[in-house]
């Protein structure tokens, strides 16, 4: 039921509730006479989360730059109070720390692009890491974390949350047995990312899943490579999605944001914790995500695009001595990236035969991408890895993770295919 109350809400409807009925396989259905059905992906990215009509009839969100809500009254204070008490949705605000309309509007977006029944919007991506983890385990609790993950992640895990007297586990990406292995009787979650930096690697959601659940272990998974065009990990059953919100959903480089994904159960709880950890987003940054996640079918499209031609384009050059995109052939999950996914993403590390000078001589010729840290804007983007968000890794366990100096990660923007694979062409031949 509360997917069908979550759905009214993501959905406001001016003409009266849509009449939704569950079939057999507890699918949403919608009865014809009533409203339109779920609209697709690339229609909620634009109109998901906002009320048809807006306040002084604006055509966009918005922006409601405030941090205090007053009450006309002390009845209407009294209302409110009891409206939170019945937790019913409360029709207003109090204070900023508890909420805004702007960043609800893409929180509802955002719930609505994976299937969610809710989101929490926070300050960054890792504050949606390191918030959900903090409050999903206590003290005695084991976690498991698999390896190949967003590196601050790992830092977190094993070296932060021991302190509060939280196990933690690392164990290879991709190995089943290992993670079976691993689970304790005191096992309260798993927390995993899909594709992953840099090398895209894909965990299969239906085994992850099947494992844990029957355990009552809980699952999160970091799908910020994927985004919602890509891959909605909560349909195969995962607890939470999280998501850093900087890199594809904005999609503009320009602003940070992070988000946690769910049934209304986990983030309800996760929402009053939330209000006192005080990760809020400012409401200008909620309104340029907004803007941003209008486009995100259309940018995940064209980035798609990009990476596919782009990884095919390297893995013919002899210059070039691995690709790791999950579109090619070779790629090791290559099989269930096309099973499960809609598309492969704009990531696409690989290796320059030679040195990292070598490497180094080939980023400095590229006149697209610029050098950088991040992914998943219309720029494109190329990272020296093991200068670059590895370079504080002691070296042993660098290698240990693959990151050779020769590795480049280039994350596609929109430009044109042809124009980014001349540019990679030019630098190439630059090198000989
Ligand atoms: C960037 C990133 C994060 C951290 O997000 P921020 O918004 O930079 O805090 C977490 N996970 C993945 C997979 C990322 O790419």
């Not at 109109?47 to 969100?61: C, I, K, M, Y």
């Not at 690709?323 to 090619?328: F, S």
């Not at 929109?414 to 540019?423: F, G, T, W």
């Amino acid at each position: 039921m509360r997917i069908l109350q979550s759905r009214m809400r993501v959905f406001p409807s001016d003409a009266g509730e849509p009449q939704y009925s569950l079939d057999e396989n507890d699918n949403m259905t919608v009865d014809a006479n009533s409203r339109p059905p779920s609209p697709t992906l690339g229609t909620a990215t634009v109109h998901a989360g906002e009320r048809r009509f807006r306040a002084h009839n604006s055509l966009t969100v918005p922006i409601v730059q405030t941090a205090v809500y007053t009450f006309e009254s002390t009845a209407a204070l009294v209302n409110y109070t009891e409206e939170h008490m019945f937790w019913e949705e409360p029709e207003r605000e109090e204070y900023g720390r508890y909420g805004n309309p702007t960043v609800r509007a893409v929180e509802a977006k955002i719930a609505a692009l994976e299937g969610a029944e809710d989101a929490i919007l926070v300050s960054s991506g890792m504050a949606a890491v390191t918030a959900t983890l903090l409050l999903m385990l206590s003290h005695g609790d084991h976690l498991i974390l698999t390896d190949e993950c967003y590196y601050n992640t790992l830092l977190y895990c094993q070296n932060f949350l021991p302190r509060y007297g939280i196990e933690v586990t690392v164990t290879p990406h991709g190995d089943y047995a290992a993670l079976e292995a691993a689970i304790r009787p005191n096992t309260r979650l798993i927390f995993s990312e899909s594709p992953t930096n840099p090398f895209n690697h894909c965990i299969d959601l239906a085994r992850l899943v099947d494992i844990a659940k029957p355990r009552q272990i809980k699952t999160v998974i970091d799908t910020t490579f994927a985004t919602p065009v890509n891959l909605r990990a909560l349909d195969y059953g995962v607890d939470l999605v999280i998501h850093s919100v900087t890199k594809y959903l904005a999609g503009h480089n320009d602003v940070m944001a992070g988000a946690i994904v769910g049934s209304y159960d986990l983030t309800t709880r996760l929402r009053q914790a939330h209000s006192m950890l005080g990760y809020v987003v400012d409401p200008h940054a909620a309104y340029l995500i907004l803007r941003g996640i209008k486009t995100l079918a259309l940018r995940v499209a064209r980035q798609n695009a990009n990476g596919l031609a782009v990884a095919r384009y390297l893995a013919e050059q002899p210059q070039i001595r691995q690709v790791w995109y999950p579109g090619l052939a070779c790629h090791r999950d290559h099989a269930l990236a096309t099973a499960t996914m809609r598309g492969f993403g704009g990531v696409v590390s690989f290796e320059i035969e030679g040195d990292a000078a070598r490497a180094h001589c080939f980023m400095d010729a590229l006149t697209i991408p610029t050098i950088g840290p991040s992914l998943g804007g219309v720029e494109s983007m190329v990272s020296p890895l093991a200068l670059m968000g590895y370079a504080n890794v002691p070296p042993e366990d660098r290698a240990a993770m693959g990151i050779r100096d020769e590795l480049v990660r280039l994350c596609l923007g929109i430009e044109e295919a042809d124009d980014l694979i001349a540019d990679l062409k030019q630098a190439l031949e630059s090198l000989a």
